[in-house]
């Protein structure tokens, strides 16, 4: 894009990231993590990447949009969108191995003595309430979602965080619980035009999508 930086991409599967060599670039073993060949400097949470990114676009006078609003109510909530996914659909993080997921984690982490367990498992009960959890924290998204994008007429970091674990929600839930096709968006209208409509006609988040959708497939 219109982003003045070399980015080269490497995949790093799951067993990578319990390796040492992964642990000297991400002390929490998880990624994303981005590594700065220029400084040697590494970053990781995406939120802290996503915000480098974004910094270094303005800073090199990059073209084209930026991704966060300029006026302060709009940039606040973009940010309320980020703490509201970060905060009650992808955390608690943790790096220990035990019962200790995420709550959209109820989609994929196995079930305990499952022999898919690696490091991770969630119980019957705790899976219905984290279940439970992103129903209702899909309807707070909707609330917050101005439309077509989460913070109005302009993409941001909102809807960038928000995308992929949306397309989770579609690919797991019929799979995993035996939803109907676009249950998650039943009675979340707002959320539907902004996946169908804003989301996947722009092609960096198509091509996101098929990706995604392709590895988990
Ligand atoms: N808060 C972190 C979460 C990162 C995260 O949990 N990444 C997952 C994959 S999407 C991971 O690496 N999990 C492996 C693990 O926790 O061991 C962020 O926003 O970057």
């Known amino acids: 894009g219109s982003l003045c930086l070399d980015i080269s991409r490497r995949a790093v599967t799951h067993e990578n990231q319990c390796e040492t060599w992964f642990r000297s670039v991400n002390p ?65 993080n943790c790096t220990q191995p035990g019962a200790f997921t995420h709550t959209q984690g109820c989609m994929y982490v196995p079930p305990p003595h499952s022999k898919h367990v690696t490091t991770r498992w969630i119980d019957r009960p705790t899976r219905a309430a984290k279940l439970r959890e992103c129903w209702k924290q899909l309807d707070v998204l909707e609330s917050l979602c101005r439309g077509p994008f989460f913070c109005g007429d302009d993409v ?56 995604v959708t392709t590895a988990l497939l």
């Open 28 to 92: 929490q073993g998880k990624i994303p993590a981005l590594s700065i060949s220029q400084t040697g400097q590494v970053l990781w949470e995406s939120q802290v990447i996503l915000q480098f990114l974004e910094d270094s676009h303005v800073a090199l006078g990059g073209e084209g949009r930026a991704l966060v609003p300029l006026a302060p109510l709009d940039r606040a909530h973009m940010r309320l969108v980020v703490a509201t996914h970060d905060l009650y659909l992808a955390s608690p």
């Open 156 to 211: 941001s970091l909102a809807d960038l965080t928000v995308f992929p674990t949306v397309i989770f929600f579609l690919f797991f839930t019929p799979r995993v619980f035996g939803w109907e096709d676009g249950a998650v968006f039943h009675g979340r209208p707002r959320l539907k035009y902004w996946f169908e409509e804003g989301m996947i006609a722009l092609p960096a988040a198509r091509r996101v999508h098929d990706e």
